[in-house]
């Protein structure tokens, strides 16, 4: 049976709570498209990890829960014609019958562009989102224990605490 | 052990040929990056399917071949600025330690940013390109013996053969 | 006599106070390029409208005011390069002799180019302004009798209320 | 009665086989949207005229004929991407429900977008198209008679013949 | 003795604290490429000169000092995509064995990409600092005493003084 | 007195006719802007060395010939928008009053532009031209007296003699 949904995100890192939602959409469906959204930023505050490096964040987080048969990585670049941004996730991805995703403004073009569009239940999204881990990471604060394992491992071996930390100082030294 | 090691196609599409080659290559590093070259590419005679469904075909075979945990795949476009590509691939990819590739633009890219790149022993060569799997596909002939199944299937869920055979027209006409 | 104004504007959306500027301007000139501006943008909030959509409102505004045969349609992209917008703005228009304008930073790229460039005098400047006219659609305000009958049509038959009350809600979260 | 037919040509230059079409296409929908392809190119021998030439070039014969009321203009650029061209048409145009275009790749990727495309019955095909138009330029043939009176006026006034004439000597010399 | 130190600068405008720098690394290298960042911004408050304008006042400025014999001159476009910004660096320069800047985020990425990167001590810095001498442009204070004298020239000859006082007066009314 | 000419070039490599060019324009104007075109380009067969070693190779001979306060160093890249390249080239210069060129096409659009283009005296032009040169190092014939010694030296350097032959060998296989 072939029923594909898309999922979007930045993994800016990965984290817990997109496995909680990489999961909840395969018990919805088949086959995952994982979207790596935002795709061509690295080296800001925001976007901290390029697309190659957060490939390899998904990928081993699938390999370690044995998800890698379900779930297919594709990676889509922001566009300031927004209009357009639909026919370039189409572009990057198999096609999907579904998209499942909470941001509105994804939701938005999604919908404009007839696609039908579901929302994923959250887990702890005060706590699980990675602006917070962003912040956490920043402050020394316990970030490890909410993302996977080899998230932390990824994130160690390029150095990614120290450069996030030199991407917070030039923030507010600017 | 982390031994990772790049490989390059266009994948227009998938045959037999890279199939051998992604076996070669695990053979010789722990973990192969396949990247999709030309990923902004399609609707071409050169460059038929979209880079969503070249994902698929790779993705797929990997999938038939249990090699899903050995591989992980990603896409990089092509520049007019042949100088900046390999910072692409880098931007696209894990860190990789040695590249794969018979390709001789390919090859002199790299080497020129200071890579290293091997050679891929070349299986049936004459037969097993992707220039002639097309060919045979214009022709009518049998390319489908030349494919893993996998990708017979979506080429036919795509009506790839017709969209080759248009192009083909198109081209001839103009 | 061959007499061409050009204005530009960026007619999110098209209002009363445009409406006048063109009337004023078929008074000065024998023909006028209404210029697109920010043509590539769309779904923002200063941006709402594709520039199909606002080709549409132009023309039936043109069409209802019987000034079709004075007025010529373009389009142009905003560039991070100032320094060439000018050349952009040549390339989309045919030739003319004179531009209006009252927006200071298109008469200064105008004028650093060469062109000579005429305020419009302004009716009502407080009131009809696209900024204004997003807010009461935002308020649920009376904007309809700020802006053309046909605007007002274009902008219900393509949901463009929810579009830009979305587009708010989007910025009040972020 | 809103019922939108799009129409996309290169216009280089205008002729009277797009006139046919244009009327043509106006016996079959309420509205005609004119859309100028390969927006960004000129100075080429096959793209000689820039969008602003071709612009003036279809509004003059509109205006002409009394169309201008049923014709609106648009613009849209190439791109490498052929996956997203028909997004940049929708997003350059008003909705349309039908397309009419005779050419093979349009319609291709019209057709792969789910559009309606429908084909325009060629008028005297031969010497009515705009490489033949170009060559009677080139070779000081009677290229008059095959363009509106307006299109004339225009190509003169911007030393088209020149242009088109200096654009083949240095095909050849090249 | 091929040693080549690269310098990236904005130049906007050319003030003596580059001058002290360019003198200063010339005492560590034989030559210094002098790149001009953010080469395709101008008329911004940030960014006022073009980057043809920055390059003679930096020529300008080495021809008085006699120093056109040591000091290379070349130009590097921003790029939202960090990740590849040395890469276009190192196509627009001469191979070079180090790097001299004070800008952390400059530092990060060259640092990233391998390159080795020193300070420069700074000669009366809260004075001798680009933002400073367009804030005191604005108010007419005492700019002229801070940059070389030909800059000076330069700057009047493109009436740069009443373009920045306008850019100015732009941001401030938006 | 400010007397600027224009030069453009591709200086694929940098020859002796390109030095008697420069020598010539010198005689008729005060100051000569030498712009680098193609400036995106490198590693073809066209178009082999990167604008950074195009940069090396002229400043290397102005300074052999004590030309470099009479020549300033600049840098355009092609755009496929012809329309706009004078533009792009006003952006990267210093203003200049005349420009220098035998390129038919480049004289084309900087005359659609308005500006005053002059020829310039060939010197044995058969013999003196980049692509008689590239096919000289290719043959391993004579190039090395057709261009500066300082070039030679840049050229052997960067291993150009083996690139220039990698990518004729290419295109021939292609």
Not at 2 to 19: A, V
Not at 65 to 87: A, F, G, M, R, Y
């Amino acid at each position: 049976m072939d029923d594909w949904g898309l999922y979007i995100g930045r993994f800016q890192p990965l984290h817990n709570g997109h496995g909680h939602a990489i999961k909840y959409i395969i018990s919805k469906v088949s086959n995952v498209i994982i979207a790596i959204g935002s795709a061509q930023h690295s080296y800001t505050l925001i976007n901290p990890f390029t697309v190659g490096e957060r490939v390899k964040m998904i990928w081993c987080f699938l390999k370690d829960e044995n998800l890698l048969d379900k779930c297919i990585l594709t990676q889509v670049p922001d566009t300031e014609q927004h209009c357009i941004w639909v026919s370039l996730i189409k572009q990057h991805s198999p096609k999907f019958s579904i998209a499942f995703s909470n941001d509105p403004f994804t939701r938005m073009l999604l919908e404009a562009d007839g696609c039908i569009v579901e929302p994923i239940p959250y887990i702890n999204r005060e706590v699980l989102n990675a602006t917070n881990i962003r912040r956490l990471i920043i402050e020394d604060g316990d970030w490890k224990s909410l993302v996977p394992k080899s998230t932390v491992k990824i994130i160690e071996e390029i150095n990614g605490v120290e450069r996030i930390k030199r991407l917070y100082a030039l923030q507010n030294k600017a």
